[in-house]
Structures are given as structure tokens and as C-alpha cells.
């Protein structure tokens, strides 16, 4: 697959500059926070098996509650946030949608990721708002490719019909 660049589509010399460092600091803190959540999860669970052992079967609905919680946070929030900076990162280092998620069950909200984009690129106070439409039009090109991938790989899953 071919690499998607920034800069070669870009009429001017000045190439962007992003913070892929910080960006991957929030990919790490994100998997972090994952990471501990889950622990939190084992540790609900833990305390609603000491509950049954014991015979005490009033709470077990809180523990339910605070463990449905515990999940949907991770599992909702902080998984998209970090497929949001995934796919950031992915495009700020010039690669293409394809390279980045090959399947994809939900296609992701681009609008989030093209606000992550926008947040980890240095210099729009420097070179202005016209460095930022150049930087929108590409992220848009990008866009485009990825939602062509998308529906490329969906048409594929289709169920075929049988031949006989």
C-alpha cells in the first residue's frame, strides 16, 4: 500500500509540524487508563464473590451496577478516545486509513479525529489559517480514501448468493 504524505500534495515548502510525541503520550495515558479500570472491574468482581461466599445476597445489584459502569466507561469512552488519537497519529505520520485499521465493524468519527488532528499540529499561530485549509483539504483527501477502503471491505462481507 502506498504511504499517504503530507507533504507532497502541498504547494508550500513548509512541512507540518506535529506533536506525534504528545500524541502518543495521550495513547499511552489512555492505555493506562484502561489498564486500570480493568483492574477496578477485578477487583468489583472479587468483592461481589466474598459477598455470595458470605450469603449476603442484598448487594450484589450494586456491585453489578458499579462493575456495568466500570466496563461502559472503558469500553465506550476511553476505546474510542483512543482509536481517535490512533488514527490522528496515523495520519500525522502519513499513513494511510488502510495501514491504520485494515477492518473496521463501525467506521470511525472523523470529525473527532480531524479536532485531534488539528490539536496536535504545531504551528497554525506561525503560518496562519492558510496552513490550516491546506491541512484540511489533505485530511479531508484522507477521509475520502478511507471511507472508499471502508466500503470496499463491507461490499466484500456481503453474502454471495449460491450458484445452483
Known amino acids: 500500500m502506498s504511504r499517504f504524505t503530507l507533504s507532497s500534495s502541498t504547494p508550500s515548502a513548509t512541512p507540518v509540524y506535529a506533536n506525534t510525541d504528545g500524541l502518543r503520550v495521550k495513547l499511552k495515558s489512555l ?28 448487594n450484589f445489584d450494586t456491585y453489578d451496577l458499579r462493575y456495568m459502569q466500570l466496563r461502559d466507561h472503558r469500553k465506550g469512552r476511553v476505546r474510542g478516545a483512543a482509536r481517535t488519537a490512533n488514527l490522528a497519529l496515523g495520519f500525522l505520520n502519513g499513513r494511510a486509513y488502510a495501514e491504520v485499521e485494515q477492518y473496521t465493524e463501525v467506521p470511525p468519527d472523523f470529525t473527532k479525529v480531524e479536532g485531534t488532528v488539528h490539536d496536535f499540529v ?28 471502508i466500503a470496499a471491505t463491507h461490499a466484500e462481507d456481503t453474502p454471495k448468493a449460491a450458484v445452483g
Open 31 to 58: 492505555a493506562a487508563e484502561a489498564r486500570i479500570i480493568k483492574a477496578a472491574e477485578r477487583k468489583v468482581l472479587r468483592q461481589r464473590r466474598k459477598l455470595r461466599a458470605r450469603g449476603d445476597g442484598q
Open 122 to 149: 504545531i504551528g497554525y499561530k506561525y503560518f496562519g489559517e492558510k496552513r490550516k485549509d491546506e491541512i484540511t483539504a489533505l485530511f479531508k483527501a484522507w477521509v475520502d480514501a478511507a471511507q472508499a477502503h
